[in-house]
Every structure is written in structure tokens, then in C-alpha cells.
């Protein structure tokens, strides 16, 4: 793997998730991804929901899965749901009918029903629909054969095809009387007495656009006025006990509707551990009925929650998630760190299982470590100190040492701790308790960090304060401890033997501990004083101990040899380890400053003229944003004039024969009336005429006139066209009537709505063909993606100085990068916002839409780092003229090329890959050994 220096921090600043993703700007959108390492927790819950997948039958029943997580805060409980959410899965034999339907809700506090409404978030009308169709087309075909043995294989047919339901419902085959009732029967069997309202109000789902709607929010616990509950003939609004009932029903109809179900519920702890006890055990009470149920009806239900949180689950519950599917995520160990730290650097690449300098760089090992240590080894902590650290490393470009880490974490990190800190902690927790005590205690030759004695003075609880370092430390550390183990069995003393351990505790170390001391407390700044004041608070009284038998003490021995036998050979391997980690980083330190060196005055001039040409590219944008705006209002003032005298002719005209016809129609009927009246009549008449024409301008409204006339910016632009759309209430007439227009105002306010009032697609292009505004068919080429993804129109007679526009046609519609042929702007453009592009394949297809196919690793470089010193030798394999021709491809002041269209929602990621290609070109015209081979 190649070294480079991100440009920007890969890592996120808060390292927790919410399946609930949040929403990211769209300059951010076409590299969002969340890095997954696929550890055992993972690939488990994958492998169980694929499982339950494969064996989900709509007819047979008792085929649900249950499962649990458990795991401290931080150790990736979320990150797992998510993961298994986003995973594609292939039921066996199933058709794309029965793909799972997944809810996920966090429980934030004991309230059932707001769990409902979260849950129910994941679901939208039409899905639902859809399930009630299904779930009427199977009673119907058990309604067809009552009695006979072809019901299922009917109702099979009918499931996957609920239109075939419909027909025999107008062909009289059945009717939809019986049905109906068979569907009540079945709801009232399902959700009794409390689910009255519930079989008032599902039927409606089916009924018009608006009760449906109205149905839909009621069913998923959304707010409904007063007139809408009375209209679906319901006692009030959604409850918590109607709820319960509703998840039950969901539970029977999906799996008869052949939809597979799976409830997540995240962070139960909340719903069974507050200061309600009532609410506690109604709570607890749900969990056991939504997992009967879901267990009965073919659902998966799938519940994470703290360790304390299943320790306090009743054994009923815990019985109905069988071992296999109970998934425990601990601490991450110094590897699995290693692995996820090099997986947020190379997101696109095969992560190593055991990653070496050049995976984790600017990371060193060392550095990787202590983090380790001073979070416990949970990857939230990691991933929020990766993410400071990096900030800090960033700008001097800094190798991450353990110095680096520890000096990011000192200045107000509550993670920082050190032996000391954590030594006058105790001292004091000890002291609030009023226990005598010492400190530094000779104990059996063994230095004791804390001693607390009994009232007669005798030694009642001894406190060891081990640091976790890691390597051969903990493992001599280990060792230790398991001498005054021994010691204390021995001599029978009564003593209680108490282990704080500071930070990561390894899983081949520490842990093993625990059968032979009595209780190990690993620290953490948040929940050690608690746990350490209970453990103060639960002593026992000091008794006398028997002498132990010989076959004890030889059974005990015997434990203990081979504990110490394993561990001594762990310290072995890791002072190797040990020895290797510290030859490697200091070859590392001595190359990395001679590179920087080196680097440094290129850095300085890049930045320099890095500034001049984001400078250019600013200007010129502008100059193509009031290029538009002049070429707009020039056709504007140009259409106005042109109006007015189409007018002024017209009037003239109609005057002119509006005064011969009078003065004809006086000659003829009245020739005694004098010259001067005749006069006086012909000015009336016309005044009134040229009234008219002024009146008809006037009554077109204050939306016509506002926008018709002249505008200062876009933004008036598109405030005048929604206002004036909105008041118009265009229909497709008359927006087609104005994408004729001769005022391009007029035009632009059409185009915006064109797609959505249904005019079609032959109409759009020929707008587009001969529109003269670049800004009206920016609005056009919207507006054919929002309705029409297909884009063949383009080579169809489409004028040369329209094509620039197909860039807003990718923006919209995600066309695929093969539509357009390599060293197009349009394929770059297609390659970052098609949704068939995947982060994995990203690169490649950069390479192949610039022209420089084979070369993918290197335009990797400019999306997850910036040219540096460390992988500025990538871009060796490219020639002086592909680096220029992928300049010129990009190049902003360059009329014809695609990053001249200023409004791009992906014009901030072209201009940095044009920049990029200019750094190339910059460091070789600075010190041609740079970058090339």
C-alpha cells in the first residue's frame, strides 16, 4: 500500500452512529460511506438474518429468529444493526416480493409508544399498501377452495400476483363480501379487544389518496385533527395499548402477506432500567410478547442493549435467545484497531489483518496503542481521539507518535488519566468512605497499592493499580499478580484482592485473571468512581478461612502453572513484538524528515499558486454567472420591446380602422352631425380602444408583471417563477404555452414545473433544442431528469451549444458513465453521481472517464488524500501529456469544458480534481525527479 497524507480528516469527530444517517451536504454525498470492518459480531448477525431469510415461510408458522446484542457503549452495537440493514440479501427461492421489511428504533426513554411511532418511521403508505393487497389476495384464494387442498398453492399464485384478486372481484369469480369478512374475522382472532380501531382503520389504506393518507398517519401513531378521526370512525388517537396490538397484527399479516419482518429495538436498557418500576415491568412484559409473537409469525426480532442490561433481563426472556444467537461485542483488541484506524485511511482498499507502517501511516503503531490504552479499547473513543489527533498532525504534516496522542488528550480530554490521577482518585473515594487504610503495604513481600483494614487492623481488601501497556508489560504485570495470588491462598488470609486496571485490558491476559481474584475494575473516568464505591460499599465481613486441603491446594497449583506457563509465552512473543515496533519507527522517523526537507519549499510554492488559480476559477465562474444573467436580460428587454411593438402596431392598425369605419358609418347615418363631433366621437372610441390594451396588460396580474420585468439576481429570479407558478396554478397547457414565450422569464418559470405538470419528453428537448438562454435550459435539462431517465435524446438533432446542459441531466438522473465515451467530462460527471458506481469501483471508473485507464490507485490519491511528499511517486506512471490533457479536460476558465457550469451540485469535487492534475504539473515543473520513476 502506498503512503500518503490525507487532505482531509477521514475520521469522524463524534465516532458514534445513528441508523437514522444523518443528512450530509451534496458536495459530501458521492464519497459518504461508512467504513464496516466485517469482524465476528458483524458477519453474525449477517449470517443469522440470512438464515431466517432462507427458512421464512408465509404458511408454516414458528419460523421467527430472536437475537441479542450486548456490549458496553461505544464497542459498535449500532454500527453492527446498520451494517446488517444495508446488507443485500438473496432468500432462497424467494422472488423480490419477500424481501425483509427492517424497522429500527432507539429506545431513548420507557416509553413504549414513541418505540412504536420510531419503528414505524420505516415503513411508508405505499409498502403497506401493498402488504394489505397481498394479504387480501391470499384470503381470497383461500376463499376460492375453503375446504379443498389446493388453498395454499392458490393463494400462493394470488400472493405474488394480487392483481389476479382484483379481476376475479369484477368478474363476480368472488365475492368481495365474504372476503371482507374473512379479513375482519382474522384481525379480531389477532389483536382482540383492543384492536377495534385498528380494524376500523386499516381498511381505509386502500381507499382514496386522502383517507389513505389519513389511515396511514393514525396507524403509525402520527398526529390526526378531530374531523379526520371522526371520518375513520375511531375512538381518539393512537395509544400505547392499541400499539401493542398493532405490532402484533403487523407480525400475523406480514408473514401471511409473504413479507418477511425485522424489528430492531436498540438500547432496550432505556425501556427496562429507569426510575419507573411499573413502566419497567410493562416493558419487560412487551419485550417477552414481541418476541413470542414474532417467534409465532416468521418475524425477526433483534434487541441490543449494555451488559447490565441483559443481566436484568429474567431468565424467560433470556431463554428465548438461543446461545448461538446471543452476540457479545467487546473491547476492540490493538489489531482489530490497527485494522478499522487503516480502513478509515484506504476506505477503498483490502485491509490487512495485521497492518503494517505503510497501512497506518501518518499513524505509527505506537500511536495506535495509546489510543487503545487510554480508551479501553472501545472504538468510539478510538475513532472521536483519531479523529483530535489527526486534526493536530494535519497542518505540519506530523508523524502520530504516542507523544502526539498523549498531548491531544491532555488538553481537557476526560479520557486522559494517568497512574498517579487514578491513584489519588481512590485515595479519595477511601476517604469519603471512612475506611482506614494504607498505602504502599508490604503484603507477603509484595508492594500493595491500597490496604484496608478490618476493625481488628488485619489487612480486609488490598487494591492493585495495574497499567495496561500492552506487550510484555501486561504480561510481567500478570505475572506478579499471579504470585501474590498464590501467596494469599496459601496463608489462608481472608484478604479480598481487588485489581483497577488502566485502560485496554487484552483478552489473552487480564481477563484470565478473574477466576482468581475478586473483583478487576478496568478504569474508566465515567463510571469508575460508581463502580469503585460499590465495591467499597459490598465488602464482606472478615472471617477466618480454614486451611485448604492438599488436593485444593494441588488443584489450585496446578491452575496456576498453567496460566503462568500461557502467559510467559505471550510475554516472549511480545517482546519480539516489542523489539521490531521500535527498529521500525525510527527508520521511519529518519526517512519521513528527510522527505520533508525535501518537500517543504514545494509545499510553500503550491500553496501559493494553488491561491492564484482558485482565485481564476472564482472570477471566472462569476464571469459566466453575469454572461448568463446579461444574456438572459438582453433577451428579456429584447422580448419587451418586441411586445410593445407587436402592441403599437396592432393598435395602430385597429385604429386606423376603427376611425375609417366611424367616419364611413357618420357619412352614412349622420351627415348633419358637425366635423368637430365626429371628431370628438372617433377620439373616444379610440381612447377606449387603447384603454383596453392597457387594461389587458394590467388584469394579467402582479405575478406576471413582477416577473416579466427586470431582476438583479437568480435568486429574485427563482422566487418571482414560484411565486408566479404558484399563483397561476399552471396547468400543462399553459406551461407548455410558456415554454413558447417570447419573455425568457416566462420560459424559466415553465421549465421549472414542465416535468411535473406532465409535459412530455419530445416537448422538453424541443424547448431545450432552441432555447437561447444558458439559464432557462439549465432549468429545462432538471427537468427532463426528474421525469425522463433515459439519454439518447442528445444525439438526436440536439444543437451543439446545448450540450454543456447534459451535465444537469447527469446531476438529476444518475445516468451511467458507459453512456458517454472515455475523456468526457460527462463520464467524470456520471461516475460521481451515479447510483450504480460504488466507492469500491469509483476509482476505476475515474480513470477510465479521464483517459488514463490502468492508473486507478493514483486517482484514488485525489479524492482520499492531496499530493504530498509520501505519494507524490504514484502519479509516476502517468506521461506529461495525460496529465495535461486531464488538466484540460477539467479546466474551469475553458468554455467548453463541463467544470464551466458554475451551478453543478459536484462542481466543488470537479474543481478539486482539476487541481490536483495542476499540483502534478507544478511539482514536475519544480523538480522533475518528483513524481516520476
Same mark, same amino acid.
Given at each position: ?242 400499539? $401493542?396490538?398493532? &405490532?402484533?397484527?403487523? %407480525?400475523? #399479516? =406480514?408473514?401471511? +402477506?409473504?413479507?418477511?419482518?425485522? !424489528? ?81 485511511l484506504h476506505p477503498f482498499d483490502q485491509i490487512s489483518e495485521q497492518p503494517g507502517e505503510d497501512d497506518l501511516f501518518p499513524f505509527t503503531k505506537g500511536a ?11 472504538? $468510539?473513543?478510538? &475513532?472521536?481521539?483519531? %479523529?483530535? #489527533? =489527526?486534526?493536530? +498532525?494535519?497542518?505540519?504534516?506530523? !508523524? ?239 422580448s419587451e420591446r418586441e411586445l410593445w411593438i407587436r402592441v403599437g402596431s396592432q393598435v395602430l392598425f385597429a385604429s386606423v380602422l376603427l376611425a375609417g369605419a ?31 390594451v392597457a387594461l389587458a396588460r394590467f388584469f394579467q396580474g402582479s405575478a406576471y408583471r413582477e416577473l416579466t420585468a427586470s431582476v438583479s439576481s437568480r435568486s ?218
Amino acid at each position: 500500500m502506498r503512503r500518503f497524507y490525507p487532505s482531509r480528516n477521514p475520521f469522524p469527530y463524534q465516532g458514534a452512529l445513528s441508523v437514522a444517517d444523518e443528512e450530509l451536504p451534496e458536495s459530501e454525498k458521492e464519497f459518504d460511506s461508512t467504513p464496516t470492518l466485517p469482524l465476528a459480531p458483524v458477519a453474525r448477525l449477517v449470517t443469522l438474518t440470512q438464515e431466517y431469510l432462507d427458512r421464512f415461510d408465509p404458511i408454516q408458522k414458528k419460523r421467527g429468529q430472536i437475537v441479542a446484542l450486548r456490549g458496553e457503549a461505544g464497542t459498535g452495537k449500532t454500527h453492527t444493526i446498520h451494517y446488517a440493514q444495508r446488507v443485500t440479501y438473496r432468500p432462497k427461492g424467494s422472488p423480490a416480493g419477500q424481501l425483509p421489511v427492517q424497522l429500527y428504533a432507539s429506545a431513548d426513554s420507557p416509553d413504549f409508544f414513541r418505540i412504536y411511532v420510531s419503528l414505524l418511521t420505516g415503513i411508508d403508505l405505499e409498502t403497506m399498501r401493498g402488504i394489505g393487497e397481498r394479504f387480501t389476495a391470499v384470503l381470497t384464494g383461500e376463499e376460492l377452495d375453503p375446504h379443498g387442498g389446493t388453498s395454499d398453492r392458490v393463494a400462493n399464485t394470488l400472493r405474488e400476483d394480487p392483481d389476479q384478486a382484483q379481476r376475479l372481484f369484477a368478474e363476480g369469480a368472488v365475492e368481495r363480501g365474504k372476503i371482507e369478512e374473512r379479513q375482519e374475522e382474522e384481525l379480531r382472532k389477532v389483536s382482540g379487544g383492543a384492536g377495534e380501531d385498528l380494524r376500523r382503520a386499516l381498511p381505509f389504506l386502500s381507499a382514496s389518496p386522502a383517507m389513505a393518507e389519513t389511515a396511514f398517519k393514525w396507524v403509525t401513531g402520527q398526529a390526526v385533527s378531530a374531523e379526520q378521526i371522526r371520518q375513520l370512525g375511531v375512538s381518539g388517537p393512537m395509544t400505547a395499548e392499541v400499539a $401493542r396490538a398493532a &405490532l402484533r397484527l403487523f %407480525a400475523r #399479516v =406480514f408473514r401471511r +402477506a409473504g413479507r418477511p419482518l425485522i !424489528l430492531c429495538i436498540d438500547q432496550y436498557e432505556n425501556l427496562i432500567d429507569s426510575a419507573d418500576a411499573k413502566a419497567n415491568a410493562a416493558n419487560i412484559g412487551w419485550i417477552q410478547n414481541l418476541m413470542d409473537d414474532a417467534a409465532a409469525e416468521n418475524g425477526m426480532v433483534v434487541i441490543s442493549g449494555n451488559e447490565k442490561a441483559w443481566r436484568e433481563l429474567p431468565g424467560y426472556i433470556q431463554s428465548r435467545v438461543p446461545d448461538l444467537n446471543l452476540i457479545t461485542l467487546q473491547a476492540w483488541s490493538p489489531s482489530e484497531i490497527e485494522q478499522v484506524i487503516s480502513l478509515y485511511l484506504h476506505p477503498f482498499d483490502q485491509i490487512s489483518e495485521q497492518p503494517g507502517e505503510d497501512d497506518l501511516f501518518p499513524f505509527t503503531k505506537g500511536a495506535t496503542l495509546r489510543m487503545c490504552e487510554y480508551s479501553g479499547g472501545n472504538i $468510539r473513543r478510538v &475513532l472521536q481521539v483519531a %479523529a483530535a #489527533v =489527526f486534526d493536530k +498532525a494535519q497542518t505540519g504534516e506530523l !508523524l502520530i507518535e504516542p507523544v502526539v496522542v498523549e498531548s491531544v488528550l491532555l488538553t481537557g480530554s476526560r479520557m486522559f488519566f494517568t497512574e498517579s490521577s487514578v491513584r489519588a482518585e481512590i485515595k479519595q473515594i477511601i476517604l469519603e468512605q471512612t475506611l482506614p487504610f494504607t498505602t504502599e503495604a508490604e503484603v507477603y513481600d509484595s508492594r500493595i497499592d491500597f490496604c484496608i483494614s478490618g476493625p481488628d487492623g488485619h489487612p480486609r481488601l488490598l487494591v492493585m493499580v495495574s497499567k495496561a501497556i500492552f506487550y510484555a508489560d501486561e504480561a510481567d504485570t500478570a505475572l506478579r499478580h499471579l504470585d501474590l495470588i498464590r501467596k494469599l491462598q496459601y496463608h489462608k488470609d481472608p484478604a479480598r484482592f481487588l485489581l483497577v486496571v488502566l485502560g485496554y485490558v487484552s483478552p489473552q491476559v487480564t481477563p484470565r485473571l478473574l477466576p482468581f481474584v475478586h473483583e478487576l475494575i478496568v478504569y474508566r473516568a465515567d463510571t469508575f468512581r460508581g463502580n469503585f464505591t460499590n465495591a467499597l460499599k459490598h465488602m464482606p465481613p472478615v472471617i477466618s478461612l480454614s486451611s485448604p486441603s492438599p488436593k485444593v491446594l494441588e488443584s489450585f497449583e496446578k491452575q496456576i502453572q498453567v496460566l503462568q506457563s500461557s502467559i510467559e509465552d505471550l510475554r516472549r512473543e511480545r517482546q519480539w513484538e516489542q523489539q521490531q515496533l521500535e527498529h521500525n519507527s525510527l527508520g521511519l522517523l529518519s526517512r519521513q524528515e528527510a522527505k520533508r526537507d525535501v518537500w517543504r519549499g514545494i509545499r510553500t510554492g503550491w500553496a501559493e499558486e494553488r491561491a492564484k488559480l482558485e482565485d481564476r476559477i472564482s472570477a471566472k465562474h462569476a464571469e459566466y454567472r453575469l454572461r448568463d444573467q446579461q444574456e438572459m436580460e438582453a433577451l428579456r428587454a429584447r422580448s419587451e420591446r418586441e411586445l410593445w411593438i407587436r402592441v403599437g402596431s396592432q393598435v395602430l392598425f385597429a385604429s386606423v380602422l376603427l376611425a375609417g369605419a366611424m367616419l364611413l358609418w357618420f357619412q352614412i347615418f349622420y351627415r348633419r352631425l358637425e366635423a368637430l363631433n365626429q371628431l370628438v366621437w372617433i377620439g373616444t372610441a379610440l381612447g377606449g380602444l387603447v384603454a383596453s390594451v392597457a387594461l389587458a396588460r394590467f388584469f394579467q396580474g402582479s405575478a406576471y408583471r413582477e416577473l416579466t420585468a427586470s431582476v438583479s439576481s437568480r435568486s429574485e429570479l427563482d422566487r418571482l417563477a414560484s411565486a408566479y407558478n404558484l399563483r397561476k396554478g399552471a396547468d400543462r397547457r399553459s406551461v407548455v404555452r410558456g415554454l413558447r414565450a417570447s419573455n425568457p422569464h416566462l420560459r424559466y418559470a415553465s421549465a421549472l414545473v414542465a416535468a411535473d405538470r406532465g409535459v412530455d419528453q419530445e416537448q422538453i428537448s424541443a424547448a431545450l433544442a432552441s432555447e437561447r438562454s444558458a439559464i432557462v435550459r439549465q432549468a429545462l435539462a432538471y427537468s427532463l431528469a426528474r421525469r425522463y431517465n433515459q439519454i439518447s435524446f442528445w444525439s438526436k438533432g440536439t444543437r451543439a451549444d446545448v450540450a454543456l446542459e447534459v451535465g444537469y441531466y447527469i446531476e438529476e438522473a444518475g445516468s451511467h458513465p458507459d453512456e458517454f465515451p472515455p475523456g468526457s467530462g460527462f463520464r467524470v460527471l456520471a461516475c460521481l453521481r451515479s447510483p450504480d458506481i460504488s466507492p469500491a469501483t469509483l476509482a476505476e471508473q475515474l480513470a477510465k472517464s479521464i483517459g488514463i485507464a490502468g492508473n486507478e490507485d493514483a486517482v484514488s490519491v485525489a479524492f482520499r488524500g492531496g499530493l504530498t511528499a509520501s505519494n507524490v511517486s504514484v502519479t509516476a506512471q502517468w506521461s506529461d501529456f495525460e496529465v495535461r490533457q486531464a488538466s484540460a479536460l477539467l479546466n474551469p476558465e475553458d468554455e467548453r469544458s463541463i467544470t464551466s457550469q458554475y451551478n453543478l451540485k459536484s462542481i466543488a469535487t470537479l474543481k478539486e480534481m482539476y487541481l490536483f492534475f495542476r499540483q502534478i504539473e507544478f511539482v514536475r515543473s519544480r523538480d522533475e525527479t518528483y513524481g516520476r520513476l
